[in-house]
Every structure is written in structure tokens, then in C-alpha cells.
């Protein structure tokens, strides 16, 4: 829908869902799946978005996940966890939204848990990070800056690795091996199927 900014719906959805999250009483056990629904029934914004939500319950890695938002957990500066994606087709993500004439539009939330260890690093982000980062990149990151960074300058070098290769035309990246191997000949192609 031209005119509309879709970051606005998610930039409510999760404020939503932090004020819910802080409304929660007794502070315990946090059913991420009711948070999340309860925020999206609250946001009013046009548009969709998916969304990754985790939290931390013991040595166990809780998470809700709508559409291509997600995480991947390195243990050992190598990859062995990544959330589920989940969608339609090609390009067309779960999502959580509303639209102008439909009203609201329930997904499905994947719910999971995953064992972590101390000294486990967990990368989460959007489609904007997959769609332009290997997993094999940030376990090259890890290699390099892992042992002396701390995780705020590891978020800024993994989104600058991203921000480079998502404006760079000689950059085959994971979304355009995927488009291809979908048939897709080009990124305006795949963006078009998203759009309608």
C-alpha cells in the first residue's frame, strides 16, 4: 500500500508489547505467545510485521515467532540453532497485521525452546538481517571480533557487514540465491510478490 509505512506498525506492535510485558504482575514466568497477541490487539497502525520475541528461563531459550523474524544461536563461534521461518510462499512471510478494509489479521505464533550454554551468542533480527547476511558470515564475525567484543559493538559490526552488502551489486546474497533458485530473475521481481 503506497503511502503507508510499514515500520510504524512495528514499531507500535513492540512497544505494545513492551508495555505489556511491564504490566505483567507477579513478575515470573512470561507466556511470550499472550504478550504478543495482547500487543498486536492493541496496535493500531496500518500495515503488518512479523515479529521474534525470546526470553531467557534458565539454561532454556523461549521463543515466539511470527513469519521470517528470527534468531540463530553460535555456540562456539559456530551455528547450531536457527528459529523456523515460516510462510506462504517466496517472499510472503506470516505476519501479524491490520489492513484498511479487512481488519485484523491473526497468524499463527511458532512457539519453541532451545537448550543454550553459558558463552552462547544469539543473533536476532528481521528479514533485513537474513535476507543480507549468511550464517556463515556471522560465524566469520564471531571468529574475528567475538572473544574481545561486547555485544553492543558485535550488533553494530554484523548490521554495518549488512548495510554494506544489502546496497552492494556484486554481493550475491541469501535472499537472491533463494529468489533464483525460486525462478526469480531479479530483486524487483521477488519485492513485487511481497507488495501485492
Excluded at 515500520?7 to 508495555?19: P, V
Excluded at 506462504?88 to 497485521?97: A, E, K, Q, T
Excluded at 550454554?117 to 537474513?130: N, Y
Excluded at 564471531?142 to 554495518?160: F, M, V
Amino acid at each position: 500500500m503506497k503511502g503507508i509505512d510499514s515500520g510504524i506498525f512495528a514499531r507500535e506492535l513492540m512497544s505494545n508489547y513492551l508495555t505489556a510485558l511491564r504490566s505483567l504482575k507477579p513478575k515470573g514466568d512470561v507466556n511470550l505467545n499472550k504478550i504478543l497477541l495482547k500487543a498486536h490487539s492493541k496496535t493500531v497502525a496500518l500495515r503488518s510485521s512479523t515479529a521474534c520475541v525470546v526470553t531467557l528461563k534458565r539454561d532454556r531459550l523461549c521463543y515466539a515467532n511470527v513469519g521470517d523474524s528470527g534468531f540463530m544461536v553460535f555456540r562456539g563461534k559456530r551455528l547450531v540453532y536457527r528459529s523456523p521461518t515460516q510462510h506462504s510462499f517466496f517472499n510472503y512471510p506470516f505476519s501479524l497485521g491490520n489492513w484498511v478494509q479487512k481488519g485484523k489479521r491473526r497468524a499463527s505464533v511458532f512457539l519453541g525452546e532451545f537448550d543454550v550454554e553459558q558463552g552462547d551468542i544469539v543473533v536476532a533480527g528481521t528479514d533485513g538481517l537474513f535476507n543480507n547476511l549468511f550464517s556463515s558470515e556471522i560465524e566469520e564475525i564471531l571468529q574475528e571480533h567475538g572473544g574481545r567484543s561486547c555485544p553492543q559493538d558485535l550488533a553494530w559490526t554484523i548490521a554495518t557487514v549488512v548495510s554494506m552488502n544489502s546496497t552492494s551489486e556484486d554481493y550475491d546474497s541469501p535472499f537472491a540465491v533463494v529468489a533464483e533458485s525460486e525462478g526469480i530473475k531479479n530483486e524487483s521481481d521477488a519485492n513485487t510478490l511481497w507488495e501485492n
